[in-house]
């Protein structure tokens, strides 16, 4: 049988901006390869054969990176919604290219998530229930920015409780679901439908049997800067599982065709990606340094993110900046906490600085 999955992958990533501005947020490179790759990869281990891909922003970027699905070894078809449909709407517009039978299993993956969680062990689970909908939850130490989703003693979901500043439980949707494809084919048709705020929640009220499979191996959700550089950083390290990984883990990754001077330090888990250059004494930790962008001599780059093709200048210093594609800071900056530079912008030399230069 043909075991199918369902990628969502429509987002515009407005938290991850200006790094999104021309790259859709699951095709952002992560430890040298597309996002998405680290977890069609896992997937493709978990048995999936075939490959739906729910698209709308930046649609073309898919096509061309991933083409007929060669390059994670999956059968990928492409559907694209002209308006967002949200992400019920979007496996409901998805439904019709599906071929699996009715009470058939069908995967649903969010495009923005590293995980190591045991995906056979979620479909043993569903398949043992006869659930509708079997979701991977995950427990993180904070769950205020998440819905929560309690369980019984048997796994069966008790309900969705949307984010708030107390919440009940840390027990969060970790974005990865099994779904009977009757259920998917049941979504309403033509409009924006939330698979959190909309779907799961009727499910339940119809009673209909949802459970979760909780599961605390590594996850994370990409969708912020700071989250963006420690998920490659992970993966970098090892501390993240992943089968797609373009060389062993360790300290720094450094893609063939970089180049990386002999007395720069990268370490901490930073990837640096191919045709980029860092100049003598540089130092580039934890941070990710995308394909044909260079980091000037002396220069000091953590937990960051520099764009592709962009110049971070000599001596210049960030920890905790965004820099967009093709951006030109100068020499002697000092931009931190945050900052996003836009794509293309030029920032002068010793123009920005956060301390005084004394
Ligand atoms: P933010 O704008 O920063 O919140 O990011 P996002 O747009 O990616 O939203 P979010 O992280 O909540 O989305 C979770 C997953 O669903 C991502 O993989 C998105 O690409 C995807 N997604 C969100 N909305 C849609 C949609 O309307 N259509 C499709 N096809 N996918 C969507």
Aim: proline share 8%; net charge negative; hydrophobic share 45%.
């Amino acid at each position: 049988v043909t075991i199918e999955a369902i990628l969502l992958v429509g987002g515009a990533g407005t938290r991850l901006r200006p790094l999104t501005v021309h790259t859709p947020k699951p095709m952002l490179p992560v430890a040298g390869v597309p996002l998405v790759v680290h977890q069609l990869t896992r997937a493709r281990e978990a048995g999936v054969d075939r490959l739906v891909l729910a698209t709308s922003y930046r649609p073309e970027v898919f096509r061309r990176e991933l083409g007929d699905g060669g390059v994670v070894g999956l059968e990928v078809e492409y559907v694209t919604e002209e308006v967002p449909l949200g992400t019920a709407g979007a496996l409901r517009n998805v439904a019709d290219r599906l071929t699996s039978a009715p009470d058939d299993p069908v995967w649903i993956l969010n495009g923005d998530i590293i995980s190591g969680h045991d995906m056979a062990a979620q479909l043993l689970l569903h398949q043992r229930t006869g659930a509708a909908v079997t979701l991977h939850l995950t427990e993180v130490a904070d769950p205020r920015p998440f819905g929560v989703v309690p369980t019984d003693r048997d796994g069966r979901v008790s309900a969705f409780l949307e984010k708030t500043a107390e919440p009940a439980g840390n027990q969060i949707n970790a974005g990865c679901y099994l779904f009977r494809r009757e259920v998917l084919d049941r979504i309403p048709p033509g409009r924006p439908v939330s698979v959190e705020r909309e779907t799961f929640p009727h499910l339940l009220d119809a009673g209909a049997p949802v459970y979760g499979y909780l599961d605390d191996s590594y996850w994370l959700d990409l969708g912020t800067p700071a989250a963006f550089v420690a998920g490659s950083r992970d993966l970098v390290l090892g501390l993240a599982p992943s089968p797609a990984l373009p060389g062993t883990p360790g300290p720094a990754l450094v893609l063939p065709g970089a180049s990386v001077a002999a007395d720069a330090t990268v370490d901490g888990g930073s990837c640096v990606g191919a045709g980029a250059r860092v100049d003598p004494a540089a130092v580039v930790d934890g941070s990710v340094v995308f394909p044909d962008a260079r980091i000037g001599r002396g220069a000091v780059v953590r937990h960051s993110a520099v764009g592709r093709g962009a110049v971070v200048g000599d001596g210049t210093r960030l920890d905790e900046v965004v820099v967009g594609d093709g951006a030109r800071i100068g020499a002697g900056n000092e931009l931190l906490a945050g900052l996003r530079v836009w794509p293309d912008a030029v920032i002068g030399d010793r123009a920005i600085r956060f301390s005084t230069d004394a």
